[in-house]
């Protein structure tokens, strides 16, 4: 399982490199992590036993991601339109169903994944198409993925007391403690891309490692519902790509937003 792990964790990490720094492999990349993480969303949710309608939310999802690459805005607020357009095409697939238990659930829940896995990934795409994009995406995956393996590493080796252990029984205190100093010695590594002062980086890698954090938890949380261990098995000795993309689900479109308020 170690050797697995270890594999799956180079060839990923390989991946994010050349995604970084070729804009191509980006693309593809990021369509391929996104129709892969909303096929898992889904299937977990046909596993709980509810009736969404999941190659419809794929598709759906995938024309987020899609028309933000290839720059298309139909209108200032296309995002908002594309969510309406998608829960009336939902109520109206409704229609064709013979019983209508679970009607609500069954929307909301489609809707909740094209938000949760597609609209949230695509603020990735969103910070490298701003100035100095490279640098900006390679800090926010320093930062979301240097806490990921800081919790890791210290919660393995150290971790005592449990964290959440109703959502998460392997996640410790400490754990979480070393993940936030590794995202702000993430952060701090990445000074002369953000020509901040250290303390001010400081305060975005604590910020940004909770937020991590929560993203994980929450799919944790996902996960528990749903009676499944790993989100998929797309990458040996890992999980999915939602197992691995949980933590940036959460700090993509906090740090785009942190991005369009304080940088100018």
């Given at each position: 399982?170690l050797?697995?792990?270890?594999?799956?964790?180079?060839?990923?990490i390989?991946?994010?490199?050349?995604?970084?720094f070729?804009?191509?492999?980006?693309?593809?990349?990021?369509?391929?992590?996104?129709?892969?993480?909303?096929?898992?969303?889904?299937?977990?949710?046909?596993?709980?036993?509810?009736?969404?309608?999941?190659?419809?939310?794929?598709?759906?999802?995938?024309?987020?991601?899609?028309?933000?690459?290839?720059?298309?805005?139909?209108?200032?607020?296309?995002?908002?339109?594309?969510?309406?357009?998608?829960?009336?095409?939902?109520?109206?697939?409704?229609?064709?169903?013979?019983?209508?238990?679970?009607?609500?659930v069954?929307?909301?829940?489609?809707?909740f994944?094209?938000?949760?896995?597609?609209?949230?990934?695509?603020?990735?795409?969103?910070?490298?198409?701003?100035?100095?994009?490279?640098?900006?995406?390679s800090?926010?995956?320093?930062?979301?993925?240097?806490?990921?393996?800081?919790?890791?590493?210290i919660?393995?080796?150290?971790?005592?007391?449990?964290?959440?252990?109703?959502?998460?029984?392997?996640?410790?205190?400490e754990?979480s403690?070393?993940?936030?100093?590794f995202?702000?010695?993430?952060?701090?590594?990445?000074?002369?891309?953000?020509?901040?002062?250290?303390?001010?980086?400081?305060?975005?890698?604590?910020?940004?490692?909770?937020?991590?954090?929560?993203?994980?938890?929450?799919?944790?949380?996902?996960?528990?519902?749903?009676?499944?261990?790993?989100?998929?098995?797309?990458?040996?000795?890992?999980?999915?790509?939602?197992?691995?993309?949980?933590?940036?689900?959460?700090?993509?479109?906090?740090?785009?937003?942190?991005?369009?308020?304080?940088?100018?």
């Amino acid at each position: 399982m170690l050797v697995k792990r270890i594999i799956s964790g180079v060839v990923l990490i390989a991946i994010i490199i050349a995604a970084i720094f070729y804009e191509p492999v980006f693309d593809v990349a990021i369509m391929v992590f996104i129709i892969l993480g909303l096929y898992e969303f889904f299937t977990m949710l046909e596993i709980k036993g509810i009736g969404i309608y999941k190659y419809f939310g794929v598709v759906m999802g995938s024309l987020i991601p899609l028309s933000i690459l290839l720059r298309f805005e139909l209108t200032k607020r296309w995002e908002l339109l594309f969510i309406v357009l998608s829960l009336i095409f939902l109520i109206v697939m409704q229609f064709k169903r013979r019983n209508n238990n679970g009607v609500v659930v069954d929307i909301s829940t489609t809707i909740f994944g094209i938000l949760y896995v597609s609209w949230f990934l695509s603020f990735l795409i969103k910070i490298r198409n701003l100035q100095d994009g490279i640098g900006l995406l390679s800090m926010v995956l320093l930062i979301t993925k240097g806490g990921d393996i800081g919790a890791y590493l210290i919660g393995t080796r150290f971790g005592k007391k449990p964290l959440m252990p109703r959502i998460s029984p392997k996640k410790s205190v400490e754990g979480s403690v070393g993940g936030i100093i590794f995202s702000v010695l993430g952060a701090m590594a990445m000074k002369p891309v953000l020509h901040l002062s250290l303390i001010h980086l400081a305060c975005v890698g604590i910020f940004l490692g909770i937020i991590g954090q929560l993203g994980d938890l929450s799919e944790s949380l996902i996960k528990r519902d749903c009676g499944v261990k790993d989100s998929g098995n797309i990458l040996p000795g890992m999980g999915g790509i939602l197992d691995e993309l949980d933590s940036i689900l959460f700090t993509a479109p906090v740090f785009y937003f942190y991005l369009s308020i304080f940088i100018k």
